[in-house]
């Protein structure tokens, strides 16, 4: 059963089905960036961003933690795909696959490094590319990293974060992500890509809309 309650600019989505029986049923909020999370984003977010914060939503969608437990994850994603990124994560939470953390990047001063080191999944973050001097689609909220060390980012003998350096041959491990497996079939379900496809880099957390 699925339900939505609106009002004051947020959306409230409880879906029930396909919850394992004692199992917490998947949750998700998405809301409009107010001015209490306006100032919690100064790090992520500044003047001179490709998007402004009306085009932004606060997501909150339960997860499976590498505990077996539900724990409530939150990001920030463009307006325009936040109810399709809401699918996806109750698709990857209804098949049990576990996210070890999902916080702002801002809890971590819009650290990128910092970020994957806590093994964090995160969406918005208005950066440069890595390695380069573009903006990032996530600086777009349009790009999501999935369980950094256990899908790290792969350039010649670069592996970030280093501790993904055990995951680099790609073991059947919990939150490892594989080529057609149920996270990738999730994304590309809404149309979105997987840096795993890619030559070099190799961004095995990397999900977005524009492939890029």
Not at 25 to 46: K, N
Not at 149 to 166: I, Q
Not at 183 to 211: E, K, M, Y
Request: proline share 6%; aromatic share 8%.
């Amino acid at each position: 059963m699925t339900s939505a309650v609106t009002g004051g600019g947020t959306t409230t989505l409880r879906v029930t089905a396909g919850a394992s029986a004692g199992a917490q049923a998947f949750r998700s909020t998405v809301q409009r960036i107010g001015p209490e999370l306006a100032t919690r984003m100064t790090a992520s977010y500044r003047a001179g961003c490709p998007v402004p914060l009306t085009d932004l939503r606060y997501l909150t969608v339960t997860i499976r933690g590498f505990d077996g437990r539900s724990h409530q994850g939150e990001l920030v994603v463009s307006a325009r795909v936040a109810a399709d990124v809401v699918t996806v994560f109750k698709t990857l939470y209804d098949k049990g696959f576990p996210i070890r953390s999902m916080r702002l990047v801002d809890d971590f001063g819009a650290d990128d490094d910092a970020s994957m080191a806590a093994d964090n999944s995160s969406a918005f973050n208005c950066r440069p590319v890595t390695g380069g001097s573009s903006w990032s689609e996530h600086s777009y909220g349009e790009a999501i990293d999935i369980n950094p060390r256990e899908n790290p980012y792969l350039s010649g003998d670069t592996v970030l974060p280093p501790d993904g350096a055990g995951y680099v041959d790609r073991p059947d491990s919990p939150g490892v992500i594989h080529s057609g497996d149920a996270v990738v079939s999730a994304f590309a379900a809404i149309g979105w890509h997987w840096g795993g496809n890619w030559t070099d880099p190799v961004d095995l957390q990397h999900f977005s809309r524009s492939g890029r």
